[in-house]
């Protein structure tokens, strides 16, 4: 498994027509091949200067043959390194962007949910029962778009190096029976049992409450939305070597082999969302995985397709001192 995802990973670093799909770029304007270009270069220019300098006594031949290598060298390096600037001018950009348009998103989205309370509390008793049913429908949709803004907001945060964590001292056992606890709803009407497994005693952490809750949501909503039918999640809680494990095991459709190096990137969405007509933006696995490891813990996944997914994390636990 191991060597697989090694070699997965040699692959994608040379596959240069998927980087210059993934940069927006051309092929030969990929960091990758100017670096495969410029050793190209190097071997050819040392194997020159060697032939010329073994062929020819001329100082000045030899010197004109390293200027032309040197300018050579100079050329490629100065399109890496303008080839990286515009990819990061384009990266800030498009992080600015995304910040600033979510950011002016919230106040029509806080004013759409206030006429909506207004709404139910003044007028709720004379709207009938189709009206009612739009009204929800509009709450729902209010509410997912509330969502995808704090996603949004969250993403460029992480982009930027700005994600803020509140740290405080906190069970994580009673974290998570209550985050499983919030789901039960959708677990029903997805026909999904939710199951769970804690440690004995308490498990302390510090972490950032609600981002951490954030994550597990996210991992746990995905498990019950990728079970096509009947199916069962499992959460499980263990303790050691001064970390607290989180598993979340489901029954459900697995990610395809092809697609579990991607599972973790922005807007990313496997096929098998697609197929199943899931809902979801794609950032909520790379919202968790980055909360995860900014709070000092790891991420990581198990998948097969047809039979299921296990998503770990780990979190560095409070140590207590022995008098």
């Not at 980087?19 to 071997?43: C, H, N, R, Y």
Request: glycine share 6%; proline share 2%.
């Amino acid at each position: 498994m191991k060597f697989q995802k090694i070699k997965q990973r040699i692959f994608d670093e040379f596959n240069l027509v998927k980087q210059a799909d993934e940069l927006g770029i051309k092929v030969w304007q990929t960091p990758s091949f100017l670096f495969i270009a410029m050793g190209v270069v190097i071997i050819a220019a040392m194997g020159g200067v060697y032939i010329v300098s073994a062929n020819y006594n001329s100082p000045e031949i030899l010197a004109l043959s390293e200027l032309a290598v040197t300018g050579l060298l100079f050329t490629i390096g100065s399109l890496i390194i303008k080839t990286v600037e515009e990819i990061a001018k384009a990266n800030k950009m498009k992080t600015e962007f995304v910040s600033v348009a979510s950011h002016q998103l919230k106040t029509p989205i806080a004013e759409i949910n206030w006429e909506i309370e207004l709404l139910q509390s003044k007028f709720s008793e004379g709207l009938d029962a189709k009206q009612s049913e739009i009204i929800n429908e509009i709450i729902r949709s209010s509410e997912k778009m509330g969502r995808l803004v704090n996603d949004l907001l969250d993403v460029a945060r992480i982009d930027q190096g700005q994600l803020a964590l509140n740290k405080e001292k906190i069970d994580i056992c009673a974290l998570v029976k209550e985050a499983v606890e919030a789901q039960q709803v959708i677990a029903k009407a997805f026909n999904v049992e939710l199951r769970e497994s804690y440690p004995i005693r308490p498990v302390e952490i510090i972490i950032d409450r609600r981002r951490i809750l954030v994550a597990f949501d996210n991992l746990v909503s995905n498990a019950i939305k990728y079970i096509d039918g009947h199916g069962v999640v499992e959460i499980f809680l263990e303790e050691k070597d001064g970390m607290v494990q989180v598993c979340v095991r489901d029954s459900g459709v697995g990610i395809p082999r092809s697609e579990q190096a991607k599972i973790a990137q922005k807007f990313f969405r496997s096929n098998n969302s697609i197929k199943n007509k899931t809902d979801g933006t794609g950032l909520g696995l790379y919202i968790a995985k980055n909360i995860v490891e900014q709070s000092g813990g790891s991420f990581w996944f198990k998948s097969e397709e047809g039979v299921g997914s296990e998503f770990y994390f780990t979190l560095p636990t409070v140590q207590t001192k022995k008098a």
